[in-house]
């Protein structure tokens, strides 16, 4: 994920030749039945993972069932489906006609979550403290968790990108993700929210927090979005009814 | 920039209700000569920079002059252009035919920068005390600068927006990139280095480091890279030659 790579330092009046450690970083083009979906820079590895979570959470396919074959080559990841004719749409966001701040996105478009799952703070903890490192401003983590523990773990430059290769390492393992929490190192954004929706992933915690937006969705939409999890402290943005194992405080 | 949200605290077995501080999220969607071009999260103000900036960096248009009126409605800003049939294309990377780390983006399609602008490491020092913050971890701020001093700066949930919304700043303002240092608090990325080149900047610098491809295609593009920017110290990426008032050190 990193590589050393020459650099001069230059620490006041001196300068000299050093090396330092860079995130490694490349271009991606996605083809999906024949067609060039996009272009992105991740994280070199797993890019099969990448690829299928990408796909789900965009909805161009609904499971790994639908993936006939996933093709490498160098840059370049081609998926044939056997629905080639669900395209990738720009479908990133779900726009309505009225003003306000969060009516553009239309949440009674996406999916709900039901509620019924729970877990416990204590988990989010134990979880947190596993997989996922604070953050360091070079890298993101994400993490996919369910009641036997951490199931999947990956680095990306991208925090959308780390996301998605969970997912889609859930996609390609047969993953219930109903009866799972997502877990990532970066802001909490509408966009990973939307991403867990399409999912059905229940949860979701950062060592960050959570934009408005993505507060203000995950609320219509039954997820429980969880910010700051360090220690045992956390703060619950949303369906806070999710999380057992904490009391109410008395004042 | 954010906004004081409900959220209930958990610390070990207590449970309280409280407030966070949450970074504001908007959807906004950027139409060009009435066609829809891309719809991106982004904070809130500051839009017209946001569209003149993105528009000039992915080469829709050469400068402000092009630009023919901005309109601005609640999540949506409309651009036309004294060139309507110049349009958003894929542009994000040139994508050449064989192989290798970087060859996937084509540099004899980026813009060069030409030798001779060049400034001091204590300017760049300067520069980032006053204008970037270290990494909250939760908004990314950019700035540019020139021989007077920070002409802008800016914040954004996304590290290429806040880039975009000081380059649209100097657009519309008729800044002079081509003595300008650019400056940012997050990691500096391809896509950093792509506008940065677009944009004619010689130089851009950040409180983090760079990946493995942006220095690659900096070091081919005449683009000096400078990351870690801390106190007095700096790692410098790529087009050392730019940066004077450091000399090497004896061993």
Redesign the interface.
Known sequence: MF?K?P??????????P?E????????L?LFVNGR?TM?A?VSPGGLREFAAGYLFTEQIIAGAGEIESIREE??RISVLTTNPFRTAG?K??V?SGC???TS??DTAKLPIIPPGFSLS?AAVTGFMEEAIPR?T??IHTAALADAGGIVTRAED?GRHNALDRVIGHGVLSGVDFETTCALCS??I???MVRKCLAARIPVIAS?????????DIARKTGLCVI??VSG??????AN?ER?N?????P?
């Not at 330092?20 to 271009?27: D, K, P, Q, S």
């Not at 045992?232 to 943005?237: I, L, N, R, S, T």
């Open positions: 590589r790579i650099c001069i330092r230059i620490d006041g009046s001196r300068r000299k050093s330092c450690n860079a995130a490694e970083e490349m271009v083009a060039h272009t820079t160098t840059n720009a990133k966001t726009l003003g306000g701040s553009y996105i703070a953050a401003g070079r430059i970066g802001v954004s509408s966009e060592r960050a927090d959570a934009t408005t937006l993505a507060a910010g700051c045992g402290g956390m703060a619950v943005y806070p999380l194992g904490s009391t109410p405080s004042e």
